[in-house]
């Protein structure tokens, strides 16, 4: 396992290397002068006598290459720059954001575990019933909804009309995590209600679990100890995908419901063009993704005896 790991690892360092260098060769590539869009947040008026030394200091006189070489070693050794707008230390910025999204995240996978497969479940159980029918209506229409939609009908309900709610922020305690965490896991919870509920009837309809029916296991047995842990892989590799981009910050949700999170800080980076926080943000991004599949090779490894096999004999 840990020659499996080491092995993977090394795959993944030349994927970050490579994001790296094209996001630094993306950002340096605009039209946009560093220096200009310095002094427009600032709202300051430079000579070009003091623009040329501003980029002397900043080493943008320098090649391409030599200015990414120390830019990346700057970032290995986590100094993350300075933020274009504010001043201040990007990595102070991003650490500061970082909780607000890990809750979010925490949340909206724990709430679309508890609808998405029980339901998935019941609905391949219940196949081609009332119950069944019902469950994929719901999940359409929850699929269907893109999420500002959803967010805007539950602002109006839960916080205009019933009052229950705060609209935006995440000052209110608990209650501030609720309407984001609904919008988020809805869509999410929907999706994969209908992915959970192909994989068990696919499950269902296999030789194995026809003979565990003929040598008398009960129904519930075979499902929940071998149907269901059967399609564990198909499960982990969608919360797997959904928990990375929920860490990436989800930028529409965060920006309607006023959530200080990655995602929002991200937005916010773009439109004010800071590119040292985009930078930022679009490493972690990386990062999340490269440790994301990562550790979904790893259960895979663990949950499926066939590629421990298969590695075994390579």
Known sequence: MKKYIIRRLLQLLPILLGITLLSFLLMNMGTADVIDVMENNTGGALSEEEKDVLRAELGLDRPILEQYVIWLGKIVRGDMGESFVSGQP????????????????ITSILLTVLLSIPLGILSAVKQNRLTDYIIRF?????NSLPNFFVSLLLIYFFSLKLNLLPVMGNHAGWKSVILPTLTLALSMASRYTRQVRATVLEELNKDYVQGARARG??????????????????????????????????????SIFMWDGVGKMAVDAITMRDYPVIQVYVIWMAIIYVCVNLFTDMIYHYLDPRIRLGQEDA
Not at 90 to 105: D, E, G, N, R
Not at 138 to 142: P, V
Request: charged share 10%.
């Open 138 to 142: 719901l999940s359409f229409i929850g």
């Open 90 to 105: 990007v990595s102070a910025m991003f650490v500061s954001k970082l909780p607000a999204t890990i809750c979010l995240t």
């Open 217 to 254: 296991v009960g129904e519930k047995r075979i499902l929940y100890f071998s149907v269901l842990r059967a399609s564990m892989l198909t499960i982990v590799t969608l919360l797997a995908l959904s928990i990375g981009s929920l860490l990436g910050g989800t930028a529409i949700v965060e």
